[in-house]
């Protein structure tokens, strides 16, 4: 039995177990040393480069008018252009800057940031999809959280994206505006550093969801996102991608093309086994690299939930 299968199975009984006991913001990571393939990678990436191309709103060709990449792109570059926001960070949402005492969610970032790092020695890690099966789970808090702790380190350099054009909420957390953003960008309507803000912390970069679009799908299959991240990867050590809940719709699996592994969220006594395991299908052929068990009932199961160690059959880098 994987480890992601068992992961899962855990949440279902914590689920199922008694309501009884505090329940923690604090999310719990179980990522195995050796990320998941999911079966069908092969056939999925041979579906994804024959299928056939229709016109798609924000794809160049479509009488658009669409702004150019600029020609040099650099991180002194973005540094420039891109607008100085005042975010406010909402402290419910944001543990490090609440004025609570908030050490168990914080250490819990840390670890997840650690096992990220670990896995980062076996494959190529940079780009992480951060999704869950339903709505209401906290995949937001843990995107939002895990782009904090990891420009915390020394010199590192994250940027945190809005992928969820359906219910954006990345924007409501730093406190800052949502547009421009990346759907005016995808429909060809702003450049690059038009969407780009940078807050008060040195080196956290956010792009923001932009205005309310008819068809996210279809603009997040029209390939300007894929160039975008192609063009801003080199700048950064990470970028964690906020995205729709992976059952209800196909964007979190369209998103999850354009990056090197998905972490799925479960929230604890509310994410059905069976609806965690259909979100899991929805990413065949990608990585998922882990799941993070979120808002866990304190108690024993704790610490075997926080303490459980990797397995030993991690795979080296190619």
């Known amino acids: 039995m994987s480890r992601i299968h068992e992961a899962l199975k855990r949440a279902e009984q914590e689920r199922a177990a008694s309501q009884g006991g505090r329940v923690d913001s604090a999310p719990v990571m179980d990522l195995p040393a050796s990320p998941e393939p999911l079966p069908g990678m092969a056939e999925a990436a041979d579906a994804t480069r024959t299928a056939p191309t229709a016109p798609i709103p924000g794809a160049p060709g479509n009488g658009q008018k669409v702004p150019s990449f600029a020609t040099s792109f650099t991180f002194d570059t973005l540094l420039a252009r891109s607008a100085q926001a005042d975010w406010k960070p909402d402290p419910t949402t944001m543990l490090f800057f609440s004025q609570e005492d908030n050490a168990l969610g914080t250490e819990q970032f840390r670890t997840l940031r650690s096992r990220l790092y670990q896995l980062r020695e076996k494959i190529s890690l940079k780009k992480i999809l951060i999704t869950s099966a339903l709505p209401q789970e906290g995949k937001s808090f843990v995107a939002a959280n895990l782009a904090q702790v990891l420009v915390r380190q020394h010199g590192r350099r994250v940027l945190l994206i809005d992928g969820d054009l359906r219910v954006a909420r990345l924007h409501t957390a730093l406190g800052t505006t949502s547009s421009p953003g990346l759907a005016d960008y995808l429909l060809g309507e702003s450049d690059e550093f038009s ?42 050590d990470w970028i964690i991608l906020d995205s729709p809940p992976a059952v209800p719709v196909s964007d ?56 459980e160690a990797y397995e030993k059959t991690a795979k080296p880098k190619a």
């Open 195 to 236: 969407i780009m803000q940078r807050g008060p912390m040195e080196n956290l970069f956010f792009l923001p969801c932009g205005r309310t679009v008819a068809h996210p799908a279809e603009l997040i299959a029209n390939g300007r996102l894929k160039m975008l991240l192609q063009r801003v990867e080199p700048l950064f």
């Open 252 to 307: 979190a699996s369209q998103l999850a093309n354009f990056c090197d592994g998905v972490l799925m969220v479960v929230r604890s006594n509310a994410t059905p086994y069976d609806t965690a395991q259909k979100a899991r299908q929805e990413f065949q052929g990608k990585t998922l690299v882990g799941v993070v068990l979120n808002g866990i009932t304190r108690g024993d199961s704790y610490s075997r939930y926080y303490y």
